[in-house]
């Protein structure tokens, strides 16, 4: 798959081809954000899916045209046009289970980024540099990013494997409260369907590490 940016300031659209040179995908950005359209198309051509987004949030197509009566820096776009939509995995909250094996490599793979360089609790290093963010996201929503995790219950959120002013890697410790795991899950699989992952499931795990692709 080859991408391409066509983009200033983080504004602009990105574009991917599948490799027999058929458009695979194009995104609107504005500032850094997911903001417009994103359209999805099979090797052979066919539309597989067109979904909106307001400010990295995913919205409907009826939200989205109403939002930019009012806002005059959205992308637009023909209403009429015909579309399907992209169909996602959720992002409901789901208990499972995991193996012992599974429960070994989790916490080996976890101890492992954890012995890497680099890293410092999330809120403090992001508000030390206005500046920094995490994957490609802008600044500003990386911060809100991860003020809502501890509001949703995170014991404590690590930016780990930074290089430079940015990371794509975050390690959320998680309460022992259902409750709160489940805010904290669904707000984990928001950010992993954004990034094109399937959602994660509960078995009990102590923490969850983020990747932002």
């Known amino acids: 798959m080859l991408g391409e940016y066509h983009m200033k300031n983080g504004t602009g659209t ?22 417009g359209r994103q359209r999805v198309w099979f090797e052979d051509g066919e539309l597989a899916g067109t979904q909106y987004f307001l400010w990295n949030g995913k919205v409907s ?18 209403e009429t046009e015909p579309e399907s939509e992209i169909k996602l995995p959720s992002t409901k909250y789901r208990r499972g289970k995991a193996t012992s094996t ?61 290089q430079g002013e940015t990371t794509d890697c975050l390690i959320v410790e998680l309460p022992q409260q259902v409750a709160k795991r489940k805010r904290i899950f669904e707000w984990n699989n928001e950010s992993a369907q954004d990034s094109g992952f399937d959602p994660t499931e509960d078995w009990g795990q102590g923490e969850l590490f983020i990747f932002f692709d």
């Open 14 to 35: 990105s574009k991917s081809w599948h490799e027999n040179g058929q458009l695979e995908g194009e995104m609107s950005h504005i500032g850094g954000q997911f903001c």
């Open 61 to 78: 197509k009826k939200k989205y045209f109403e939002a930019c009566k009012t806002d005059p820096v959205l992308p637009r776009y023909d």
């Open 102 to 162: 599974q429960r070994v490599k989790h916490e080996e793979f976890i101890a492992k980024i954890r012995a890497k360089p680099n890293q410092a609790e999330a809120r403090q290093w992001l508000a030390e540099n206005e500046t920094r963010n995490l994957g490609e996201f802008a600044p500003e929503y990386a911060r809100e990013l991860i003020e809502e995790g501890y509001k949703l219950g995170a014991i404590k959120i690590t930016a780990v494997d930074i």
